[in-house]
C-alpha cells in the first residue's frame, strides 16, 4: 500500500509522511518495506492503539 503511493506519487528521498487515517497506520507501517519508510526524513503519525509495535518498525528502519 505505502509502496504503490511512494511510486505512483514520485515521492522524494527526504520527504516528511503526515498520516491521520483513523487506526489504518498500523496496517500501512506493519507492512511496509523498510526501504520505502526510510525515503521519509520525518514521520508524523496520529494513532489510536498505543504505538510500540509502530515503534518497533521505525526504530528497525532507522528511526529515532
Known sequence: MLNSLIRGLGTE???ILKM???SC???TILNAKPDDL???EQLIVEYHD???ELRKVLEDAGFE
Do not use: T
Open 13 to 15: 528521498n527526504g520527504s
Open 20 to 22: 491521520d487515517c483513523e
Open 25 to 27: 497506520e498500523y496496517e
Open 38 to 40: 526510510k525515503i521519509f
Open 50 to 52: 498505543g504505538y510500540m
